[in-house]
């Protein structure tokens, strides 16, 4: 994709690797939909940025409520051309605990419906808009770029629900790739390492310190203008489809 004269819609774009995607995008021309529930550090977000960047409280897990933000979207004075999924949640469990305990059953169903179907209920309704759009250069109508994790392939101890939700996104990306090249749809994701997000924010400095000594190089934490970068890299890229980019520094995660 050549132009940023276009509308986008991010997902989780109030904070963390989505609001440094809607920066990115807003900055380079875009007119973005911040899809989120956080709904303070949302609007706060559209009105910083101003222009054509809006807020829409969505969950992501709700149909009706993802399709309200899409409509923000179309409803703007460019096509719907870019799609990025970045809402997710964590959780740190055993499949048996210390004890004897079994894993949490609703915390597991409640991990794999926001990071998964959640991503899946974002491509789902953002792709149908899109494959309505005109082609471009190739017959590229759009592009979705949905998130992942390196835990998807090195799941640590106590990472089974958040590795099972972000292994599912992986392997949604060639099928959905595939599915989409009908209508002119590249599908390409991004499996983050360690990122300086809010959550790792809260660590103490040396935590945070021991944490990036683990990195090969280089030996930092990712920075979320990391992942925004490859993010329009892989729009403005027209030749990348169905692949899953690792951006961890070559880290690979040990047990612990």
Request: net charge negative.
């Amino acid at each position: 994709m050549k132009t940023y004269d276009v509308a986008a819609v991010v997902s989780g774009g109030a904070s963390g690797l989505g609001e440094a995607t809607v920066r990115e995008l807003t900055a380079r021309g875009a007119a973005v939909t911040i899809l989120d529930l956080q709904e303070e550090r949302g609007k706060a977000l559209a009105d910083s940025l101003g222009g054509h960047t809006t807020f829409v409280r969505t969950d992501v897990t709700d149909p009706a409520s993802v399709q309200a933000a899409i409509e923000d979207a179309t409803g703007k004075d460019r096509p719907l051309r870019i799609a990025i999924s970045c809402a997710g949640i964590g959780w740190a469990q055993r499949t048996v605990g210390r004890g004897g305990e079994p894993h949490d059953f609703d915390a597991f169903v409640k991990v794999v419906t926001v990071n998964l179907v959640g991503t899946f209920n974002v491509m789902r309704l953002a792709g149908s808009a899109i494959s309505q759009t005109e082609p471009l250069e190739d017959g590229e109508r759009g592009v979705i770029v949905n998130t992942a994790s390196i835990a998807a392939y090195d799941g640590q101890i106590g990472q089974l629900a958040y590795s099972a939700s972000k292994g599912g996104v992986v392997g949604m990306t060639l099928p959905a790739a595939r599915d989409l090249s009908t209508v002119g749809i590249r599908v390409c994701t991004i499996a983050p390492g360690l990122v300086d997000t809010p959550l790792l924010g809260a660590l103490p400095e040396e935590a945070r310190q021991a944490l990036s000594a683990g990195i090969p190089f280089p030996k930092r934490l990712g920075r979320p203008a990391d992942f925004a970068e490859l993010a329009l890299d892989i729009v403005e890229h027209g030749y990348l489809n169905g692949e899953v980019f690792r951006m961890d520094g070559a880290l690979r995660m040990a047990p612990r």
